[in-house]
C-alpha cells in the first residue's frame, strides 16, 4: 500500500522560507514522477515543482528560482525548499507521484487529475 506523508507546513512572513517535506512508503520514488502541488482557496490544484525518474525537474513559472524540488533516495523522502515567499503561495500543498501513460512528467503539462498517488497535504500560509 502507497503511502506519502508530508510535513512541514505552517506560517511565515512573506519573504521567509519553509521546507515541505514528504515521506513514502510502499513505493521507490525515484522510479516515478514525483510532484509537489499547491491548492488555494478557491482555485485549482496546479503542479508547482515535478521530478522525474531521471531526475530532470521542471517548476511552474510562478515559483521559479525561488522554490527546489529534490529526492533523498536513501530515506524515500521527497522535499520542497521554498524561499522568498509571498503571499500569493498561501495553499494546501500535496505530494503526489506516479503520472498516468500520455502525461508528460512536467510541471508545465502535468495535471492533478494524471497522478495515482497523492498525500493528505500541509497548509502553507504566507502572510504580507
Known amino acids: 500500500q502507497v503511502q506519502l506523508v ?3 507546513g505552517g506560517s511565515v512572513q512573506a519573504g521567509g522560507s519553509l521546507r515541505l517535506s514528504c515521506a513514502a512508503s510502499g513505493v521507490t520514488l525515484s522510479r516515478y514522477c514525483m510532484g509537489w502541488f499547491r491548492q488555494a ?3 485549482e490544484r496546479e ?3 515535478v521530478i522525474a525518474s531521471d531526475g530532470s525537474t521542471s517548476y511552474a513559472d510562478s515559483v521559479k528560482g525561488r522554490f527546489t ?8 523522502t521527497l522535499h520542497l525548499q521554498m524561499n522568498s515567499l509571498i503571499p500569493e503561495d ?3 500543498y500535496y505530494c503526489a507521484g506516479g503520472v498516468r ?3 508528460v512528467c512536467r510541471a ?8 495515482n498517488y497523492w498525500g493528505k497535504g ?3 500560509t504566507i502572510s504580507s
Open 6 to 8: 508530508e510535513s512541514g
Open 41 to 43: 482557496p478557491g482555485k
Open 90 to 92: 498561501t495553499g494546501e
Open 101 to 103: 501513460p500520455g502525461y
Open 108 to 115: 508545465y503539462a502535468v495535471k492533478w487529475y494524471a497522478m
Open 122 to 124: 500541509t497548509l502553507v
Open 47 to 49: 503542479a508547482v515543482a
Open 69 to 76: 524540488i529534490s529526492q533523498d533516495n536513501a530515506k524515500n
